[in-house]
């Protein structure tokens, strides 16, 4: 009866955690942002399509260098900032979010598969039945 009890016991334990960490896994791709906050973002300016976005330094998508830059506004889902004097905006939600998994604070999202700032790989984000 012990046995069973122990058992019945580890198998919630386990449910909670594996439930806790999809439920983290949910962020993914999903970049938070605020008017004021230093971001990282791609280099290329007004006509990179990678839309990366990081809260480190490191290189974007598309292989560049990530560049920082003020949000100057969070509007309608993006993020809005300059580089060069001209202002572009992101989508805050991206296709692809840092693999890196538990413990990576890099942030990187972008709208382009490749290497996140922290330089692992990105991987594509699971869209969610409310967006379909």
Do not use: H, R, W
Request: with cysteine; aromatic share 6%; glycine share 16%.
């Amino acid at each position: 009866m012990k046995k069973s009890v122990l058992l019945v016991v580890s198998l919630l334990f386990v449910f909670a955690a594996v439930s806790f960490a999809f439920a983290e896994k949910g962020s993914l791709g999903k970049f938070e942002a605020k008017a004021g906050d230093s971001i990282y973002v791609c280099g290329c300016g007004e006509g990179c399509k990678c839309g990366s976005l990081a809260t480190k330094e490191g290189k974007c998508g598309c292989g560049k260098d990530l560049v920082k830059a003020t949000v100057s506004k969070v509007e309608k889902g993006k993020v809005f900032y300059s580089v060069d004097g001209k202002e572009i905006s992101a989508p805050l939600q991206g296709k692809f979010g840092c693999g890196c998994g538990d413990g990576c604070n890099c942030g990187s999202v972008s709208q382009k598969g490749g290497k996140c700032g922290c330089g692992k790989d990105m991987v594509k984000v699971k869209e969610s039945k409310a967006k379909k």
